[in-house]
């Protein structure tokens, strides 16, 4: 069985930062890509950043220089720093995790998703 534990978010005022962690745990061979999504009300989910395992990082277009995505492989967690936050960045955020996991001796990745967590920036 594969989780995937998000923590960090919560209200915080326009310009204030907050700091989102990710941690996979169960029985698996590996992480590769890890990344961050984020759904509004009303809006489609959009990407906000991901990275490999190489620590290669993407981000979406409204969150860059602000957003900063890293990793501890060691430990399979993701981490998402968010400065200069805006009321904008308002929305669930969700963590995802390309797993890969031993069965039969064979390798498989699968998709896996956190809970989300709900970030509010506001005065």
């Known amino acids: 069985q594969v989780q995937l534990v998000e923590s960090g978010g919560g209200l915080v005022q326009p310009g204030g930062s907050l700091r989102l962690s990710c941690a996979v745990s169960g029985s698996i061979f590996g992480v590769n890509a890890m990344g961050w999504y984020r759904q509004a009300p009303g809006k489609q989910r959009e990407l906000v950043a991901t990275i490999t395992s190489g620590g290669s990082s993407n981000y979406g277009d409204s969150v860059k220089g602000r957003f900063t995505i890293s990793r501890d492989n060691a430990n399979n967690t993701a981490y998402l720093q968010m400065n200069s936050l805006k009321p904008e960045d308002t929305a669930v955020y969700s963590c995802?995790?390309?797993?890969?996991?031993?069965?039969?001796?064979?390798?498989?990745?699968?998709?896996?998703w956190g809970q989300g967590t709900q970030v509010t920036v506001s005065s």
């Open positions: 995802n995790a390309k797993v890969v996991r031993m069965h039969r001796w064979v390798l498989n990745e699968d998709d896996y």
